[in-house]
Nanobody, 115 residues
């Protein structure tokens, strides 16, 4: 079993920045992919960014060039640096981690971008 704890969400003005963190704990010795999905009000959950154990990254087109995902395997932590935030980036951001073929999810952290 793995538990994921997220932090870093909040309220920010458009054009501002936030960094999300996601730390895995529990019986975790090898984490494959880590990343974030987000869900805006009235919309389906969508992939924002993911990073493999070797550092390979993948981003949604809407965040390319603005968001950067990274990870520290020694800390079992992934980071999502979000810059040039837009109103449409508002939503609940859910961290996930794939461990031994199973996906684990964080509780979600709210990011609100205001005008």
């Amino acid at each position: 079993q793995a538990q994921l704890e997220e932090s870093g969400g909040g309220l920010v003005e458009a054009g501002g920045s936030l960094t999300l963190s996601c730390t895995a704990s529990g019986n975790v010795f090898a984490i494959n992919d880590m990343g974030w999905y987000r869900q805006a009000p009235g919309k389906e959950r969508e992939l924002v960014a993911q990073i493999g154990s070797s550092g390979t990254t993948n981003y949604a087109d809407s965040v390319k060039g603005r968001f950067t995902i990274s990870r520290d395997n020694t800390k079992k932590t992934a980071y999502l640096e979000m810059n040039s935030l837009k109103l449409e980036d508002t939503g609940v951001y859910y961290c996930y981690a794939r461990v031994y073929g199973m996906d684990y999810w964080g509780q979600g952290t709210l990011v609100t971008v205001s005008s």
